[in-house]
């Protein structure tokens, strides 16, 4: 009797959790420990002078304050982007819709060349900010620019099916409450897609981090000013610094996993408000 | 409030939901909109909440014009099919998001706030799950909770969309009663939407019966049962049996039988004649005023018993109803002959047979 009292329902979760901790092992934890043990070759004070370099410091504040805020345009705009996409039908819609997920396929490289082009001081929209004395192309706004443009498929593709299943009735319900179309968004829409909105947002948070190929075009690479975390690596790692390098990744790591952390966190929290169970 | 519909129509592309429909809902009455799926009914809830537009038309709620007013000042209440109940908010929110969105000098303080929804919490008998998430409750909960958050912007008008739609009959049958019940202390003029024509007879003070966009009778359940004012009426609302015949001499003659009839309109041609179950009465002597027809089947359970009949002239198939006690007393057997006798015709000319809901006739619509 006591031993059927504790079985569960659902069969096999001693086989796939097994299999799920082997998986992660192989693929990303393993891989992920040699940046340690790599890390481990220098002394405490080698690795200080690594990651407390002025250079490493200006870069870390870069790439993740250029990620953080690539992610919050592209929450808000691609919010914006999914409701068009569901809320209104318009001649063209299919091919807005493909559009959205260039990004993803377009290798990196090439965005970043055709941004640094078109942002450049004789590029197309280049040549009407330079007047202005608005510089994008190789300052940190290129970044920022380069990072909106790889990041924005993923709140889109987040949000969009959440917002499909959201019926109207539920805005047609705020209304006849008496509630304003700015309340009913506010109150009702937002709060359902929350959720959602959160895992984009990391998702374009986690790719812009990690982004290289579009970012070294456009950023223009100065020490101190322009020059993102991953570059740095790279840089190290073509002057055969491996220990260097890996030093600066146990860094830029163990921030990500922080803020992604928070922000599954976060995420949890809306949605369990959004569904309580008994 | 009174509310008036005049002449509004309402076209979706080719397909016409609502042609010239003139109603007055008067103030404290509960009215249903009955009629088959895609008879316009929940259309022209819709139009009167404000959820739609009409093509051309008016809407006057307490003789006021209301047709441009958005929906959020209409002071309309209502009760969408599944609940729409807004998920991420507890019950309480859910009921106190009317008081809520006011604007802020008509906004009750967070005291009032309680209190109200406290009030109509009470009212609809849910007040221990004031705390719990609409993820939470059964659907009558639900249903009820969703009354609640109407109410509580205290709508000058209560409609409701298939209130019952998509609960269980055990449910349905309960809900309905209580339902009736909060009417009679509220008294809010309230319009509900159904396609159960049992639903509309037992809990309406008028029922409005529609199909196809337009409006076929409105009265009182009763009128509206008795006196059915065209075939496809009688038709919906409770099963009927359907003889088709001539009209001479003033009496409908089919099947074998010459039968007096409630309404004879015509002097003379074909008719369809209208006989509701429980309108037969059963006798084994032949009678001019008799449809001689063989018993098939007896189904004897539940409080009236089921009689499956064909005429003998033209082999149409009959039913009767008849309480268990009568049955009894008759000791009647499968492949009897028995005479029966109509106890009130309803008379349509034959040409309206072609709109019929039910018994599907030759014609399609």
């Excluded at chain 1, 990196?108 to 197309?124: D, E, H």
């Excluded at chain 1, 608005?134 to 924005?152: D, M, R, S």
């Excluded at chain 2, 967070?110 to 929804?117: K, M, Q, T």
């Excluded at chain 2, 099963?239 to 004879?264: C, V």
Aim: charged content about 20%.
């Amino acid at each position: 009797m006591a031993a059927t009292a504790s079985r569960r329902v659902l069969p096999g979760f001693g086989l796939t959790l097994g299999f799920t901790i082997l998986y992660l092992s192989l693929i990303v934890l393993i891989p992920l420990s040699a940046v340690f043990v790599k890390t481990a070759t220098l002394s405490p004070e080698q690795i200080w002078a690594q990651i407390s370099a002025p250079r490493a410091v200006a870069s870390y504040r870069l790439t993740f304050g250029a990620s953080l805020l690539a992610a919050t345009v592209n929450a808000v705009f691609g919010l914006i982007l999914a409701w068009i996409l569901v809320r209104y039908s318009f001649p063209g819609k299919k091919l807005v819709d493909a559009l959205i997920d260039l990004p993803f396929a377009l290798p990196t490289a090439v965005a970043g060349i055709a941004l640094a082009a078109i942002y450049a001081k004789n590029g197309w929209i280049g040549q009407f900010l330079e007047p202005h004395g608005i510089k994008i192309a190789f300052t940190p706004a290129g970044i920022l620019v380069a990072l909106i443009f790889i990041g924005l498929p993923f709140v889109v593709r987040t949000v969009q099916p959440v917002l499909q299943d959201l019926d109207a009735e539920f805005e047609e319900a705020a209304a006849s409450l008496g509630a304003t179309r700015w309340q009913s968004v506010t109150r009702v829409v937002l709060p359902a897609i929350l959720p959602a909105l959160t895992t984009g947002f990391a998702l374009a948070f986690a790719r812009a981090v990690g982004e290289y190929g579009s970012v070294i075009f456009i950023a223009g690479n100065m020490p101190l000013v322009s020059e993102i975390t991953p570059l740095i690596i790279i840089t190290k790692l073509e002057q055969y610094d491996y220990a260097g390098a890996t030093a600066i990744a146990t860094v830029m790591l163990l921030i990500s996993f922080a803020l992604l952390l928070v922000i599954n966190l976060l995420q949890a929290w809306s949605a369990r408000r959004g569904r309580k169970e008994a | 409030m009174s509310i008036r519909v005049e002449n509004i129509d309402k076209r979706f592309g080719a397909f016409t939901a609502l042609n010239d429909v003139t109603l007055d809902f008067r103030t404290g009455e509960l009215t249903a909109l009955l009629g088959p799926s895609g008879c316009g009914k929940t259309t022209l809830l819709r139009i009167i909440a404000g959820l739609e537009t009409a093509d051309s038309g008016r809407i006057l709620i307490a003789g006021e014009e209301t047709s441009d007013k958005p929906v959020r000042e209409r002071q309309v209440g209502f009760v969408f099919q599944h609940y729409a109940l807004f998920r991420h908010m507890s019950v309480f929110e859910n009921v106190a998001f009317g008081l809520r969105v006011k604007p802020r000098r008509e906004r009750p303080g967070e005291a009032g706030i309680r209190r109200r929804v406290m009030e109509l919490l009470d009212l609809v008998q849910l007040a221990w799950l004031a705390d719990r998430m609409p993820a939470q409750l059964s659907g009558g909960q639900r249903q009820r909770i969703a009354l609640a958050r109407a109410l509580a912007v205290e709508p000058q008008v209560l409609l409701l969309d298939e209130p019952f739609g998509a609960l269980d009959a055990k449910v349905r049958k309960e809900l309905r009663g209580w339902l009736r019940q909060l009417h009679e202390t509220l008294h809010i003029t309230s319009i509900f939407v159904t396609h159960d024509q049992e639903e509309a007879l037992e809990l309406a003070d008028r029922v409005v019966v529609m199909n196809q966009g337009r409006i076929e009778q409105a009265g009182p359940p009763q009128t509206v049962y008795e006196h059915p004012a065209n075939a496809f009426v009688h038709g919906f609302l409770g099963a009927s049996n359907i003889l088709r015949g001539t009209i001479r001499d003033g009496l409908f003659h089919a099947e074998g039988a010459s039968l007096p009839a409630r309404n004879i309109h015509q002097s003379g041609g074909e008719a369809i004649a209208y006989l509701r179950p429980h309108e037969l009465a059963i006798a084994r002597r032949p009678d001019p005023a008799g449809i001689p027809a063989e018993i098939r089947r007896i189904l004897a359970f539940g409080a009236l018993a089921r009689i499956e009949l064909v005429t003998l002239a033209g082999r149409v198939p009959l039913e009767v109803e008849l309480p268990q006690r009568d049955l009894a007393g008759l000791a009647l057997n499968p492949g009897e002959t028995v005479h029966l006798m109509p106890q009130g015709v309803n008379l349509f000319p034959s040409a309206e047979a072609a709109i019929l809901p039910k018994p599907v006739l030759a014609k399609a619509g």
